[in-house]
């Protein structure tokens, strides 16, 4: 059985910064790509950055230049370095992460519990 556990949320200013964390654990083999997503209320699930087991990259256009996605393949930990944060980025964050377990050859995806990030003042 695999977990990925978020931590980091909260409530801040605008302007201010955030660090998320997402720890993967259980039966891991390997994993491929990383990511993390967000549902503002009302809103659509949306991709906000990914990062590769090599270390590339992708970015949703909102967070390009404030928001920095990073990863530590020792820990199976994957981090996002949120800065300049605005009202609109008011949302659940979720981590996923798309991994072999030793139980099975098949790429799934995994999914964490969310993290609350409320930018208010």
């Known amino acids: 059985q695999v977990q990925l556990v978020e931590s980091g949320g909260g409530l801040v200013q605008p302007g201010g910064s955030l660090r998320l964390s997402c720890a993967a654990s259980?039966?891991?083999?390997?994993?491929?790509?990383m990511g993390w997503y967000r549902q503002a209320p009302g809103k659509q699930l949306e991709l906000v950055a990914v990062?590769?087991?090599?270390?590339?990259?992708n970015y949703a256009d909102s967070v390009k230049g404030r928001f920095t996605v990073s990863r530590d393949n020792a820990k199976n930990t994957v981090y996002l370095q949120m800065n300049s944060l605005k009202p609109e980025d008011t949302a659940v964050y979720y981590c996923?992460?798309?991994?072999?377990?030793?139980?099975?050859?098949?790429?799934?995806?995994?999914w964490g519990q969310g993290t609350q990030v409320t930018i208010s003042s």
């Open positions: 990062i590769t087991s090599g270390g590339s990259t």
């Open positions: 996923n992460a798309d991994l072999k377990q030793y139980s099975s050859s098949d790429l799934g995806r995994h």
């Open positions: 259980g039966s891991i083999f390997s994993i491929a790509a």
